[in-house]
């Protein structure tokens, strides 16, 4: 496909004494969470074949591409994405929700998790609400289903880490709309639909979560205490199929145990239930 030489700016928001003991440079894509990139400019020259040989394309162009929110950290002098007036309004209303705080600096393990958690929440209701605005609504295939597996990721996070046991997230919608609608007009016009589909996906989701969780978290401390490694694929669809529960919901979970899961039993109890519904 296309391609060419490219630059990368990178920012070092360590402090000074984190500098003078490493050279940023040394850190660049490294992976550091204080030394990272802003921009990537590709200076489309090339045709790269399958064969690796490149030709010239005809009409030579800057692919660019800046990283909005890390802008926005460097320039409001924070050390995440989620410290800066892109996030916090939503944050902010989390916290209201819940009554729990969010806590950043010097945060221990609990206020860790409550942190994640709130994160997660934040930076999921702004895929689901964008992807709903533009016409795609949660559903079992394609983009639905991304949509589907990333709202119920922001709900289990919501009802594990911040003992929210009834729907929230769509409560967070006119914060969004608010915040960014000058900028994405449809999420002012379609505001009530997107509280309307998230609600009703989360009152769907909520009458089966607390049993799964259960059943979940009762079978990987089955197998921790048996010393076993991963969760048998028909247990994993059943969790799926009987739950709702997406594979890699599931297996985020048994993560948190140390366990793996059967993906390929899994697939194989899939697959049967395709063959079922086509005969049917």
């Known amino acids: 496909g296309p391609c060419g030489p490219c630059t990368e700016i990178h920012a070092d928001i360590r402090d000074d ?63 995440s994405n989620y410290d800066t007036d892109v996030f916090q309004p ?14 950043p600096e010097h945060a221990g393990k609990n206020e860790e998790i409550k942190n994640i958690a709130m994160r997660v929440i934040a930076d999921h209701i702004r895929a689901i609400s964008f992807s709903i605005a533009d016409g795609q609504l949660p559903s079992n295939t394609g983009a639905g289903y991304v949509i589907r597996r990333i709202l ?61 969780l259960k059943k979940i978290d009762a079978v990987c401390i089955e197998l921790v205490n048996k010393k076993e490694k991963e969760i ?16 890699d919901l599931t297996s985020l979970i048994a993560r948190g145990y140390g366990l793996g899961i059967d993906e390929k039993s899994f697939s194989e109890e899939l697959e049967k239930q395709k063959n079922r519904s086509r005969e049917a």
């Open 17 to 79: 004494k984190e500098r003078k003991k490493v050279d940023g440079k040394t850190l660049v894509n490294t992976g550091h969470p204080q030394v990272v990139e802003i921009w990537n400019n590709v200076f489309m020259e090339f045709n790269r074949k399958a064969d690796g040989s490149l030709e010239k394309l005809p009409k030579q162009h800057v692919d660019t591409g800046m990283g909005f929110e890390r802008l926005c950290m460097l320039l409001q002098n924070k050390r």
């Open 90 to 103: 939503i944050i902010h209303k989390i916290e209201d929700i819940s009554g729990l705080r969010y806590q």
């Open 152 to 212: 119920r990721r922001a709900i289990r996070y919501g009802y594990q880490s911040l003992n929210l046991k009834e729907p929230f997230m769509h409560r967070l919608v006119p914060v969004l709309a608010h915040q960014m609608g000058a900028a994405f007009p449809e999420l002012n016009s379609q505001k009530l639909l997107i509280e309307k589909v998230i609600k009703e996906e989360e009152t769907s989701f909520y009458r089966t979560l607390e049993t799964g």
């Open 232 to 247: 048998d694929g028909k247990v994993v669809f059943e969790l799926y199929d009987t739950f709702g529960f997406p594979l």
